[in-house]
């Protein structure tokens, strides 16, 4: 069984794309409605709620667990990584990724083991607009791992603060609309008029609206949304450890949230239309 986590709805594009991609795996998906948003939280706050998810899903038999939620993988997952799970009872046979590294390696073309540059990687000269959360986006996680990689490399961030609010709450078409255009023109803006060769989607409500991004970025942009980029790196992380998988002739899917099932539920449909109901935690 495989655990996927995030503090809110946003993280089901990236379970959905698993789902698709790996029918025959279990999987268990938990929300952290209870202190959602995770934006504005304290960072040791984001770490301690980003861990007591984590051990839940563990409890509940999931060996692997991802932070399917850009801001827990850049404030959580590395304490998680370093400082909790060697401690912790967890420590044999289960690992907690997140998905900041399988977007690296989509945008740099290098695997996230590689981390001083390596040729042709080294040379490359373009630039990369990230699109995000005021959290992540202030976190500086995308420019300072893309750089390791790519010391060449121009990074243009830019925070989108209303746009997963206004998807999740089903906004007009017309205001998302406006809302991406907005975003798009401050990063051009911000980087002298300068289009991007490849604009990173850095927040899982954003593939949504990938076709107002795909609107208003230029025709060659190469558009890199998480749900895919993800699905890809997890295919080949998976290829190489097995014992993660079961063998079941069809995966089973559990939903569950530390909110109102009811709510989540119907909200959740936003994300997946045919998503199954929600329990509680």
């Known amino acids: 069984m495989i655990g996927v986590f995030d ?5 089901l594009t990236v379970l959905r794309a698993l789902v698709e991609r790996f029918k025959t795996v279990d999987f268990v998906y938990l929300a952290d409605h209870a202190h959602v948003p995770y934006g504005n939280q304290p960072s040791e706050d984001i770490v301690g709620y980003t861990r007591a998810c984590v051990e839940e899903l563990f409890s509940r038999g999931a060996k692997l ?10 404030v959580a997952l590395r304490r998680l990584q370093q400082d909790w ?9 289960h690992n907690v990724l997140g998905i900041v590294a399988p977007t690296v390696e989509g945008a740099t073309q290098t695997p996230w083991a590689v981390t001083s540059p390596q040729y042709p990687q080294k040379y490359n000269t373009d630039t990369i607009a990230v699109f995000g959360t005021t959290r992540t986006i202030t976190s500086g996680v995308y420019p300072e791992e893309i750089r390791k990689r790519c010391p060449k490399v ?16 089903k906004r007009p078409e017309a205001e998302l609309d406006a809302l991406v255009r907005e975003g798009v023109e401050a990063m051009l803006a911000n980087n002298g008029e300068m289009p991007p060769h490849r604009a990173i989607l850095g927040c899982t409500h954003f593939p949504l609206v990938e076709h107002l ?3 208003y970025l230029p025709p060659f942009t190469r558009i890199l949304s998480q749900p895919e980029v993800v699905a890809d790196s997890f295919e080949d992380y998976l290829a190489r450890r097995s014992n993660y998988l079961n063998r079941d002739e069809r995966g089973k899917l559990t939903l569950l949230t530390t909110g109102d099932p009811d709510d989540v539920s119907e909200k959740a449909r936003v994300f997946w239309p045919d998503v199954p109901a929600f329990a509680k935690a």
């Open 7 to 11: 503090s809110g709805l946003g993280g």
């Open 65 to 74: 667990t991802l932070l399917g939620c850009n801001t827990a993988t850049a």
């Open 85 to 93: 799970l060697p401690q912790s009872r967890w420590v044999a046979g």
């Open 154 to 169: 121009t990074v243009v961030q830019q925070i989108c603060s209303e746009l997963a609010g206004a998807i999740e709450n």
């Open 213 to 215: 991004f795909r609107k």
